[in-house]
């Protein structure tokens, strides 16, 4: 984001559910590996989208907390999006270190699942 007008009118056009919160997809920019989700209000969002880094609000602490400021597994914005709801962001980022605070590289790979793979023509 260039200047806070711009910044602005995202949060005002990005829909926040009744907590005021917003879901936060955040992808690795380069191998599109989605790497976590977190939860984002209007100034997490603000932070994410002026500072470069991810901020995000714990729902369990209540209180913002800026992705690596003390494991140093940072997460550098390369991009972001509303999706066509405009309820949740895709964030892209240059992810430094593993994303999962269990150490795992994302948070994804703690509980994988064996679904039903359901196309017809398989």
């Keep these: ?37 977190g939860w984002m209000d209007a100034e997490a969002l ?7 880094r991810v901020t995000f609000w714990s729902r369990s602490r ?12 940072a997460q550098y914005v390369r991009g972001a999006s509303l999706d066509c709801d405009r309820d949740t962001l895709l964030v892209e980022v240059e992810q430094i270190g593993v994303a ?10 703690v509980d994988p699942l064996n679904p039903a793979l359901g196309h017809p023509n398989a």
């Design 46 to 52: 603000r932070r994410t989208l002026t500072e470069g």
């Design 1 to 37: 984001m260039s200047n806070d007008l711009e910044t602005q009118a995202v949060i005002t056009r990005a829909v926040f559910n009744a907590d005021g919160l917003l879901p936060a997809i955040i992808q690795q920019h380069d191998t599109r590996e989605v790497l976590m989700l």
């Design 100 to 109: 999962c605070h269990t150490g795992a590289q994302r948070c994804f790979d």
């Design 62 to 73: 209540q209180e913002y907390w800026r992705k690596g400021d003390t494991s140093g597994h």
